[in-house]
Nanobody, 123 residues
C-alpha cells in the first residue's frame, strides 16, 4: 500500500511557474512508476508526465518543454516543475503510483492516487 500526498498548487499568472510535490509513504518508493495527471472542470482526467522505475520520463505533447518531472528517492518525493504556465493548464493535478512497467501514460495503469492539488493560471 502506498499513500500519496500532493501539494504545491496555487494561483499563478500566465507565464509563471509552480512546483508540485508528491510525498509517498508506505511501501518502497523506488519500485513504482510515478505519474502526474490533471483534470479540468467538465473534462476527463488526462496524462501530464510520468517517470518510470528506470527514470525514463514521458510527457504529454501539450507540456513538453515546459514541465519537468523528477524524483528524489531519498525523500520518497516526486516533483513536477511547471514553467511558462498557460491558462489551459488550469486543473486539479493528481500524482499517482503504478507498480507495472508499461502503459504508464494511461490512468488505468495506476493503483494509488493523491488527493489532488488545484492549479489556477490567470491572465
Amino acid at each position: 500500500q502506498v499513500q500519496l500526498v500532493d501539494s504545491g498548487g496555487g494561483l499563478v499568472q500566465a507565464g509563471g511557474s509552480l512546483r508540485l510535490s508528491c510525498a509517498a509513504s508506505g511501501r518502497s518508493f523506488s519500485g513504482y512508476a510515478m505519474g502526474w495527471f490533471r483534470q479540468a472542470p467538465g473534462k476527463e482526467r488526462e496524462f501530464v508526465a510520468a517517470i518510470s522505475q528506470s527514470l525514463t520520463t514521458y510527457y504529454a505533447n501539450s507540456v513538453k518543454g515546459r514541465f519537468t518531472i523528477s524524483s528524489d528517492n531519498a525523500k520518497n518525493t516526486v516533483y513536477l516543475q511547471m514553467n511558462s504556465l498557460k491558462l489551459e493548464d488550469t486543473a486539479v493535478y493528481y500524482c499517482a503510483a503504478s507498480n507495472i512497467r508499461y502503459g504508464i501514460t494511461s490512468p488505468t495503469s495506476y493503483d494509488y492516487w493523491g488527493q489532488g492539488t488545484q492549479v489556477t493560471v490567470s491572465s
